[in-house]
């Protein structure tokens, strides 16, 4: 079991990282929250991990934090009917500390806008995770990289869509604009749905915002 790898950051996209450990690419499906943490491609990097093995399939998921990380494990173990993808989802679409008092309280209002979850998906976790996710304390992040100092805050636009792009006729040429509506896709909201959010925002954030902070103003729309 791989719990921990140490590495430098060679490859990220919207959802993935490739670590290079001594000369061995490891490739990492991370939500959102970890991506944040990330510096820039170059980088060492400490990433806390999740191995799952099926029969024709071994995956691996990166987390900064103790806390994602159990988190994650407690979706995808306790509460039926929710995988990893979901889980990813979970933690890129809201902050710890909202879904803990969201499941605490009972809000499936609030679990609901959760991309692909459902109020029977909710339901279920209040049920299974009640109490369970109060053990989820506050943590120190893992040594995600004596370089934070040096961590961009655009990395989802300039690792995931390539070249700058200057003013174009549809602003969904744009690339940050471009890449924050594939982000949303990703995880699970429909096209036009990922697009209008984006576009919306894009209107208060500025023709400047990058592709992260145009997730992370949609998702506050999309979750309000």
Known sequence: ?????????????????VLDVNGVGYALSVPLSTMDALPGVGS???LLTV???REDDIRLYGFATGRERRLFELLTSAVSGVGAKLALNVLSCMSIDLFVSSVLEGDL????KISGVGKRTAERM?????DKV???????SAAVGAASASRRVGTVASEAGGASGGKSASPLSVPAVRDAALAL???GFKREQAEKAVLAVLKTAGESATAEQLIRLALAALNS
């Open 1 to 17: 079991m791989i719990a921990q790898l140490t590495g430098i950051l060679v490859e990220r996209d919207l959802t993935q990282v």
């Open 44 to 46: 060492r990097v400490t």
């Open 51 to 53: 191995m799952t093995v």
């Open 109 to 112: 209002k609030v679990l609901s």
């Open 126 to 130: 209040v049920l299974e995770l009640r």
């Open 134 to 140: 109060s053990g989820l304390g506050v943590e120190g």
């Open 185 to 187: 896709e990703t995880l």
